[in-house]
């Protein structure tokens, strides 16, 4: 591979200096050997500001704080202070097996290099990358992972599945205005709609897209809908764009039951205080399940015992968590366990009239000082060796 090829793949990939591929500063990476040339320009991986603007900055909505690097900010509601808290996406699925989810991510990421290593602008793409350290160059391999993944569209479907699931929030403001949805949704958001009149189920003027939060969990998030039913009981309702539901259906049973016990318990934010008017059923939600991928809908009934049997769970993994290795663990302490300091010596003074030279005893009281076990009497041992062996050595040589 010459320079200009070296040049070209740390182009896209290293963050040694101006923007990386997602337009972000660059820092210094430790094994950054390409110079910077003429192939470090804008390309298909890149998006500096100049070529993709950043997203408008949204006002900030009192009733529905952000989350800012995973968790949200909001009042505690008994004593009204500040509290950061964690998100309920982030701690349904604490104890969810992945299994399967780092089956598809692998396979995408084979995938996306693949095509990654077809393109001719990218000579010795894969030698390149069968010689870097997983450690030391983590922050080219990271880049070259996310950017297998997009050219192996492997979120192309979730992009979608979100503007999905924002156009009927546009709907449901707008009193199920069909108008609201760009085109290319008014198709799903019709069968939507349908479903909604066809069950009963009414939405909730002013409880779409709101905020609550749960001292029992830890948690604060946004449920999708607080709908009626037509025997008037109110329920939390989930909206998802998934293409399939089977695997994730568990952890959605965990996430309503966080709403569930936010909403009943401490009440809906209204960016002032906590609004505790309204409750919900408490044994199940409804998830209406309005894939991006295909033109159906399904209203499903979600049973919350077991959404709080998982989370009673997902505490329990997260005091886990907070055990570290000094609450655990301990240098092994010998007389603890009724040791015999004499056999230990025993060893030692047999490695040490195993030895033919100075340098070689030398090394046998590094190794017991090692275990804090080089004491008086080896000393003395060593020194009485150690006069025999020059001896011999001296008669040796005479």
């Known amino acids: 591979m010459n320079d200009t090829d070296q040049g070209k793949l740390d182009d896209d990939f290293d963050t040694a200096g101006g923007m990386d591929i997602y337009g972000r500063s660059k820092p210094t990476d430790m094994t950054n ?8 320009t804008v390309d298909d991986f890149d998006s500096p500001s100049d070529v993709a603007p950043a997203p408008p900055v949204q006002k900030n909505d009192p009733m529905r704080p952000q989350a800012k690097r995973g968790r949200y900010t909001a009042p505690h509601p008994l004593t ?32 996306g290099v693949a095509i990654l290593a077809q393109s001719p602008d990218r000579p010795g793409f894969i030698d390149d990358l069968a010689r ?10 990271n880049n070259i992972t996310s950017a297998a993944q997009d050219a192996a569209e492997a979120y192309k479907m979730s992009d979608e599945g979100t503007a999905l699931h924002k156009s009927t929030e546009l709907v449901d403001h707008a009193g199920g205005d069909l108008n609201r949805a760009p085109v290319h949704h008014r198709k799903k958001i019709r069968l939507y709609l349908d ?32 709908c009626q039913l037509p025997d008037g009981s109110y329920v939390i309702v989930d909206l998802k764009t998934g293409d399939d539901l089977d695997l994730s259906m568990p952890g959605i049973s965990a996430q309503l039951d966080c709403y569930e016990n936010g909403v009943n318990t401490h009440g809906v934010w209204d960016g002032m205080r906590y609004d505790q008017r309204i409750k919900v059923r408490d044994d199940y939600g409804i998830v209406i399940h309005l894939p991006s991928t295909r033109d159906e ?4 009934k979600v049973k919350l015992d077991k959404g709080r049997a998982i989370n009673a769970a997902n505490l329990h993994v997260f005091e886990a968590r907070k055990i570290k290795a000094k609450d655990v663990a301990s240098p092994f302490v010998a007389e603890d366990f009724a040791f015999d300091r004499k056999a230990a010596d025993f060893h030692w003074i047999e490695q040490l009239n195993a030895c033919h030279t100075i340098p070689e005893m030398l090394d ?35």
């Not at 097996?97 to 084979?110: Q, S």
């Open 33 to 40: 050997d390409g110079p910077d040339d003429d192939f470090d």
């Open 364 to 398: 046998v009281a590094n190794r017991a000082r090692s275990f804090g076990q080089w004491n008086e009497r080896l000393a003395g041992e060593a020194r009485k060796l150690s006069a025999e062996l020059t001896a011999a050595s001296q008669v040796m040589g005479s």
């Open 80 to 111: 009204g202070k500040s509290k950061s808290w964690r998100r309920v996406s982030n701690f349904k699925d604490v104890a969810e097996d992945k299994y399967h989810l780092n089956l598809w991510v692998g396979r995408n990421i084979a995938k």
């Open 132 to 141: 870097r350290d997983v450690k030391l160059d983590r922050t080219r391999l």
């Open 297 to 300: 809908v399904h209203v499903i």
């Open 195 to 226: 479903a909604l009149a066809a069950y009963g189920i009414r939405i909730v003027p002013g409880m779409i897209e709101r905020f609550t939060v749960s001292l029992k969990y830890d948690v604060a998030g946004t449920f999708d809908r607080i």
